[in-house]
């Protein structure tokens, strides 16, 4: 049996690819399962400094798998919302919330679920090829694995509502444009744009790297007061690191800093 996510370490980036290929990489429950497994196996393996999401074919992800769920929500509520809805947001969330930096390599379109991964993720680069679209409401349900939510806090509420009411798709271009993602680069620079990103960040302490991943995604929703405490809390867990010394030190010495991890 074909594996439905390949995952491949290289010098501490974790590629993950969504193997779907014929299916435009709909997320399905294997997708979903394997993908959380993984990430879980990633997040304790201290030689990955960051992960990078993309698809295998010529599409990111198509989104939730229509033919799967369709047999979910046909058996009612309450199981559409464990069975679909719950485990959709578990997968966003986990991405939302990794510790370590996780980049989407946008190679195709990224349609449905498969924008809301990418709106989950820290950043994103995309092929001048790739598109984005809530097509959901042409299905006739609101997105479910968190889109009415992340995308108008991301993009602002009236473009997020334009996609979201619309279902019409936008270009790479128009997504770096409203804040979407990160960087538009040609089709086949999208993998070496998402390293070298990636190893900008793995650069910097790690510690550093996970408060701040983890003050800005759990301040964002809050009021700035409550935020700020956040951030005060995210603060303190680096101030007993050794890299915290020596990016001082580092700098009174006025020498490159010498990061250990530690
Ligand atoms: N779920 C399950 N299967 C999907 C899928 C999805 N979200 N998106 C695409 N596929 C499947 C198609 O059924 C087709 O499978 P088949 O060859 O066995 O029939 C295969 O992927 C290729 O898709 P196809 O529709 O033939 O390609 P296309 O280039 O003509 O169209 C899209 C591409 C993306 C416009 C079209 O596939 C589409 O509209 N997909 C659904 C997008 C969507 O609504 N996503 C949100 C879901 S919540």
Redesign the pocket.
Known sequence: MSQVVLCQVADGVAILTLN?P???N???HAVIDTLMALLDGLEADDAVGAVIVTGAG??F?????????ADIVAQGTRVALRDFVRKGQHLTARLENFPKPIIAAVNG?A????CEIVEAMHLAVASAEASF????I??G?P???GGTQRLPRLVGRKRGLEMLLT?DAISAWRAEQIGLINAVVPADHVMEAADDLARRIMAKPAAAVAATIGAVTRGLNLSIDEGLAVEAAHFGLVVPTDDFREGIQAFLEKRPARFTGR
């Open positions: 779907r014929d299916k435009l709909a997320l399905d010529r599409a992800c198509a989104g939730a798998d229509i033919a799967e769920f379109l349609l449905g679920g498969g679209g809530k097509p959901e042409k299905l349900f997105p479910p694995f279902g």
